[in-house]
């Protein structure tokens, strides 16, 4: 069928065939469909939806186009986590030690900063001489040996996502849904995972602002993985304000040190026993979600949790001494505090600002080549919910320059501060 045909059918309110997204998955791969071609098209899917049948069509077809990952020479059941992105997210690094710490194999690909501060792999990497480039025979060594290692994405991952991405992002179609669930789909679908653990992110700091959004996202999402043969569940959680305390790449570290000796902030300490629940159940190391809540909690308290960690940094080459001394890891001149102009409850902070404020410090990237400050950062001593008197600190930045008129005023623009303030729920819902 000719590329012009499938864009009428598609416009005329018809479902495509798999035979005809495979045509135009290879097709776009290999050049062969011209970008103002496949723009028409992806527009027409922004317009008139697809059926769970043609997303996830689209999702293999996606998958298929690149090197796929396999993980079949690593021993068990492999269990992925993503998320759709927040601010201050320092979950997978506390969850995959710690599921590893009770016997989970954590083969676990990771990416850098999209957003506003760093992914993942950037802040592992203000970890000194921490190596996140493994080649794919180390990768699987380090997990059938240690059984957890955490890498960079190797090889050509779901190009056509790649494309496709690009041309969503100048033509005005990143937010669609059938779009957003195959392209992540689709990257998770060539990792190589057995079962995967979802977190759907909503609220200020989320790409889905509303619940209503997330939750479709969240539903098609497990819908692709399970008509794709891999057991897939979603949690929707809330990114109104940063998860945790800590925004910035050495200061997440230190926020993951501490949640792992279960000192952590509660809003982190519960998104991992949630979601690592999950994935221990997932792995078949545990038979209900109540007996692996138990495991986790006492793989923390017996400390097992936090060895694991260090014995990830030995394994991939970084100083696991600062385990012990992980005030390094956030050393700045600049440590300046956040006054409250006025006393009541805190009503509201955007995650999104604060990110933004944190990327300003030199947390993140404003361009791709932009270089990464893993020192600095924001540490939030007051979250929605909470009472503050005037003139308490509200949060301390760290930085490594003293001119921070731009960041406080961002800061102040959007904490709020009210006679009342709700603590926003964390789990939203459950999806299986
Ligand atoms: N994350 C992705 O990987 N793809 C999207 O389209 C949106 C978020
Ligand atoms: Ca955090």
């Not at 992806?42 to 317009?47: G, K, R, S, V």
């Not at 954590?106 to 990497?125: F, N, P, Q, W, Y």
């Not at 001489?129 to 090889?155: M, W, Y």
Request: proline residues 3%.
């Amino acid at each position: 069928m000719r590329m012009v045909d499938i864009i009428e059918k598609k416009r005329n309110g018809q479902s495509l065939s798999k035979q005809e997204i495979d045509e135009i998955i290879q097709g776009y791969t290999q050049n062969e469909i011209p970008d103002y071609q496949m723009s028409a098209l992806l527009m027409t899917i922004f317009y008139e939806d697809m059926s769970d049948q043609e997303i996830t069509d689209l999702t293999i077809a996606m998958a298929n186009s690149g090197d796929k990952i396999d993980l079949s020479m690593i021993k068990g059941i492999k269990v992925d986590k993503h998320s759709t992105g927040g601010v201050g997210d320092t979950t997978t690094i506390v969850l995959a030690p710690l599921v590893a710490s009770v016997g989970v194999a954590v083969a676990k690909m990771s990416g850098r900063g999209l957003g506003h501060t760093g992914g993942t792999i950037d802040k592992l990497e203000s970890i000194p001489k921490f190596h996140v480039e493994l080649s794919n025979r180390q990768f699987i060594e380090l997990v059938n040996e240690t059984g957890i290692a955490i890498t960079g994405q190797s090889g050509d991952l779901a190009p056509a996502d790649k494309k496709m991405y690009a041309l969503r992002d100048v033509t005005a179609t990143v937010d669609s849904l059938p779009l957003i669930a195959s392209s992540i789909m689709s990257k998770k679908i060539a990792s190589g995972a057995d079962a995967i653990v979802l977190d759907v992110t909503t609220g200020a700091g989320a790409f889905m602002k509303e619940l209503s959004a997330a939750r479709r996202l969240a539903k098609t999402m497990v819908k692709i993985g399970q008509l794709a043969n891999i057991k897939t569940m979603a949690i929707i959680s809330d990114m109104s304000q940063p998860l945790g305390e800590a925004i910035g790449n050495g200061l997440e570290i230190i926020e993951a040190i501490e949640t792992l000796n279960g000192k952590g902030p509660k809003d982190l300490q519960e998104m991992v026993y949630v979601l690592g629940s999950q994935m221990v159940v997932l792995a078949e190391k545990a038979d209900t979600l109540d007996e692996a809540r138990v495991l986790l909690e006492e793989s923390i308290k017996s400390g097992n949790a936090l060895k694991k960690f260090k014995e990830m940094i030995q394994n991939q080459g970084g100083d696991a001494s600062i385990v012990d001394t992980p005030e390094l890891l956030a050393d700045v001149p600049y440590k300046v505090e956040l006054p409250a102009k006025s006393k009541g409850f805190v009503q509201a902070m955007d995650a999104d600002k604060i990110g933004i404020a944190a990327m300003m410090l030199g947390a993140g990237r404003k361009t791709k080549e932009d270089t990464i400050d893993y020192n600095v950062g924001i540490k939030l001593h007051k979250k929605i919910g909470n009472p503050v008197a005037k003139g308490e600190s509200l949060l301390t930045i760290y930085a490594n320059q003293n001119d921070l008129e731009e960041v406080k005023h961002l800061l102040y623009q959007t904490i709020h501060i009210g006679a009342t303030g709700d603590e926003p729920k964390l789990i939203q819902e459950i999806i299986t």
